[in-house]
């Protein structure tokens, strides 16, 4: 995944996902540094009320049968 922000973008790597304290908690690597997400269960709601658009969905579809990384 690539984060872009007006000063820097650099690659992002969730390395592990996990349920913690009604929390959302995804660890891994902002380019070279170690990182963690944090995501409350209202975020995650509008969140994935957000991703329920046809071309949201398609992309995921086609994601999930690609045989390409």
């Not at 995804?26 to 658009?53: D, H």
Request: hydrophobic share 55%.
């Amino acid at each position: 995944m690539l984060v872009k922000t007006p000063a820097i973008k650099f690659g992002v790597a969730v390395r592990k996902v996990e349920a913690r304290d009604a929390m959302l908690v995804m660890s891994g690597v902002a380019g070279a540094m170690p990182c963690t997400i944090e995501i409350s269960g209202k975020e995650l709601l509008s969140l994935a009320g957000r991703m329920m658009r046809p071309a949201v969905l398609s992309l995921m579809l086609k994601a999930l049968f690609s045989k390409a990384d």
